[in-house]
């Protein structure tokens, strides 16, 4: 009977858990995790549907697992499912040599450049001096109702919960599987070990602010304004830094960037502050690693895309273990038996 672990439950590992364990009915599926929701880094992310901070990942991968990221997101809000919410966002240059149109572009609802003239219009409204932007219809989830909901669809298609600290990948703990789906995030670093996996604090605010119905991003002020369904998130920093405590000077930061853009912030109660770390690399690993008589697939270092990319990751992971058990036959077989 093959035996399958996923490790991390995070958003990216949920997904590869519930995706498996949906599709592989009679295998034992188990998800290891040191923390679960409400305790991951998805937890207090933006949910936002942004290729953002993914490193160099080629952008033909970006585009396959984002649009199917995408068309994921925009079935749940036909169906009003994971408080998946649709709306429009704004991004801003200050720099339009900065800008280019990115090749996700042609796979979005209602992607559209900027005119002078919006340009104009929008540097008035929101105090900028932007010279280039781009405007297109994206999702943004409530992560904490996401990732409650895939850990439920898991255990309700049978798949057992582990909650334990891995020590590496060759833990006794993990000696009885013969598949290891690697999506353990920053942890990665010391799990793998990868050093290429690296942290990029994100400081957020949330604030009350209902009024607010659209994604605004001035790319190189560093500002972001994400509303979720009951709140809306106030970005953003990004620093190589462990460091996972809320910094005053980073809240003045955006506080006073976010109210530069929308003044009506000024009256906004702050209901959290929070920082996370992105699980930041080169580029996103997505590889099948056969070793020690075992099939590990790692899927780690999502960087700030982690929401805009985890449903098609998952595919990928699940047609890399469809191709390893038709090649190992009898060891699907004998688990069919
Ligand atoms: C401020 C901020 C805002 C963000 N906003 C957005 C956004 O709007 N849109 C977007 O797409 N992305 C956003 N992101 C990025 C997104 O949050 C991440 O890309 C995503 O959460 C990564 O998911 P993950 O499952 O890989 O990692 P994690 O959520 O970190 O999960 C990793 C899991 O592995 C487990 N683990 C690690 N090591 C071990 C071990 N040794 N043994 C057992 N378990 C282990 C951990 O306990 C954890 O459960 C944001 C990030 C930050 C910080
Ligand atoms: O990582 C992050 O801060 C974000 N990712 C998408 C929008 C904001």
């Given at each position: 009977?093959?035996?399958?672990?996923?490790?991390?439950?995070?958003?990216?590992?949920?997904?590869?858990?519930?995706?498996?364990?949906?599709?592989?009915?009679?295998?034992?599926?188990?998800?290891?995790?040191?923390?679960?929701?409400?305790?991951?880094?998805?937890?207090?992310?933006?949910?936002?549907?942004?290729?953002?901070?993914?490193?160099?990942?080629?952008?033909?991968?970006?585009?396959?697992?984002?649009?199917?990221?995408?068309?994921?997101?925009?079935?749940?809000?036909?169906?009003?499912?994971?408080?998946?919410?649709?709306?429009?966002?704004?991004?801003?240059?200050?720099?339009?040599?900065?800008?280019?149109?990115?090749?996700?572009?042609?796979?979005?609802?209602?992607?559209?450049?900027?005119?002078?003239?919006?340009?104009?219009?929008?540097?008035?409204?929101?105090?900028?001096?932007?010279?280039?932007?781009?405007?297109?219809?994206?999702?943004?989830?409530?992560?904490?109702?996401?990732?409650?909901?895939?850990?439920?669809?898991?255990?309700?298609?049978?798949?057992?919960?582990?909650?334990?600290?891995?020590?590496?990948?060759?833990?006794?703990?993990?000696?009885?599987?013969?598949?290891?789906?690697?999506?353990?995030?920053?942890?990665?670093?010391?799990?793998?070990?990868?050093?290429?996996?690296?942290?990029?604090?994100?400081?957020?605010?949330?604030?009350?602010?209902?009024?607010?119905?659209?994604?605004?991003?001035?790319?190189?002020?560093?500002?972001?304004?994400?509303?979720?369904?009951?709140?809306?998130?106030?970005?953003?920093?990004?620093?190589?830094?462990?460091?996972?405590?809320?910094?005053?000077?980073?809240?003045?930061?955006?506080?006073?960037?976010?109210?530069?853009?929308?003044?009506?912030?000024?009256?906004?109660?702050?209901?959290?502050?929070?920082?996370?770390?992105?699980?930041?690399?080169?580029?996103?690993?997505?590889?099948?690693?056969?070793?020690?008589?075992?099939?590990?697939?790692?899927?780690?270092?999502?960087?700030?895309?982690?929401?805009?990319?985890?449903?098609?990751?998952?595919?990928?992971?699940?047609?890399?273990?469809q191709t390893y058990l038709n090649k190992n036959h009898k060891l699907y077989i004998n688990s069919k038996l």
């Amino acid at each position: 009977m093959t035996k399958i672990a996923v490790i991390g439950a995070g958003v990216i590992g949920l997904t590869c858990a519930v995706k498996i364990k949906e599709t592989y009915k009679d295998l034992d599926v188990v998800l290891i995790s040191s923390e679960f929701s409400p305790n991951t880094t998805g937890d207090g992310s933006g949910g936002l549907w942004l290729p953002y901070l993914c490193g160099s990942t080629p952008y033909n991968l970006i585009e396959k697992w984002g649009a199917e990221t995408y068309r994921f997101l925009y079935e749940q809000w036909k169906t009003g499912g994971y408080g998946v919410c649709m709306l429009p966002l704004y991004y801003f240059y200050r720099t339009k040599e900065k800008f280019h149109t990115p090749e996700w572009a042609r796979m979005v609802f209602g992607y559209h450049e900027l005119d002078s003239k919006e340009l104009e219009h929008y540097s008035k409204l929101f105090s900028g001096k932007y010279t280039a932007g781009q405007t297109f219809t994206t999702f943004v989830c409530s992560p904490p109702t996401l990732l409650t909901h895939f850990l439920q669809r898991f255990e309700q298609a049978n798949g057992k919960v582990l909650q334990a600290k891995l020590t590496s990948l060759q833990d006794p703990l993990l000696a009885q599987y013969d598949v290891v789906v690697n999506c353990s995030g920053l942890g990665a670093r010391f799990l793998v070990p990868d050093d290429r996996v690296v942290p990029l604090r994100g400081q957020v605010l949330r604030v009350i602010a209902p009024w607010i119905n659209q994604v605004v991003i001035d790319e190189e002020g560093g500002n972001y304004i994400i509303p979720n369904a009951q709140t809306v998130v106030l970005g953003g920093t990004s620093q190589k830094d462990f460091n996972t405590e809320v910094d005053p000077k980073d809240t003045d930061f955006i506080l006073n960037g976010c109210k530069r853009i929308m003044p009506g912030l000024e009256r906004a109660e702050i209901v959290k502050r929070w920082v996370g770390l992105r699980p930041s690399r080169d580029a996103v690993r997505l590889e099948p690693e056969e070793k020690n008589g075992k099939l590990y697939i790692h899927n780690y270092g999502h960087g700030g895309s982690g929401f805009t990319l985890f449903w098609g990751c998952g595919e990928e992971v699940l047609q890399i273990l469809q191709t390893y058990l038709n090649k190992n036959h009898k060891l699907y077989i004998n688990s069919k038996l």
